[in-house]
């Protein structure tokens, strides 16, 4: 069982870290086709990690999201689920997370996570109480780049200014979630 944090205001390296690290599949609630949208793009970025997909979207359903099928539900969503990414709003979150729990054996459910801007203190409590992590108001894309060393302050810091596609050595979360893959 997880240790509930005493705030959801901070989180440090290492929590989110392990997180990313031991972390192989998401379900997105509320994955959007839209490209344009920020659902989609954390889940081509996730994906191009080598990270496994699930968007979950009703008005979507049996459809493709970047080749993955679109479930309506959470249930519909076949297990194992390391983590569920809530792209709905801070309210919605409620009602995602308790689906979440009551899903999580079935899914093997190790987390909650509330995108940008989703914070839901009964949420957080809630998921904690059910043995649950639960990350509030961030992005694992943003994340995972920040921490692995692709997302500088300035933006992308491959040390050098060019066309081509960085090629990172392997050094943080990069090195620690796809040395496992």
Known sequence: MSKPLTSHDR????????????????????????????????MKYLTGKGYTIHPVNPGNAGQKILGQ???????????????????????????????????????????????????????????EAAGLKVVMNRCPKIEYGRLSGEIGWAGVNSGQISSVRPKLAPTGVQSLALGKR
Not at 12 to 38: C, H, K, M, Q
Not at 82 to 94: G, H, T
């Open 69 to 127: 099928t679109v479930y309506a539900c959470l249930a519909d969503v076949p297990g194992p689920v390391d983590v569920i990414d809530i792209f709905r709003n801070s309210e919605a979150a409620l009602e995602v997370t308790r689906e979440a729990i009551a899903l999580k054996d079935k899914l093997g459910l190790k987390v909650v996570w509330m995108q940008l801007g989703v914070r839901n203190e009964e949420a957080a409590r809630e998921a």
């Open 11 to 42: 989180y440090s390296d290492d929590y989110i870290a392990d997180i990313l690290r031991e972390a192989r599949v998401f379900a997105f609630v509320g994955a959007s086709a839209n490209t344009s949208r920020p659902s989609y793009f954390a």
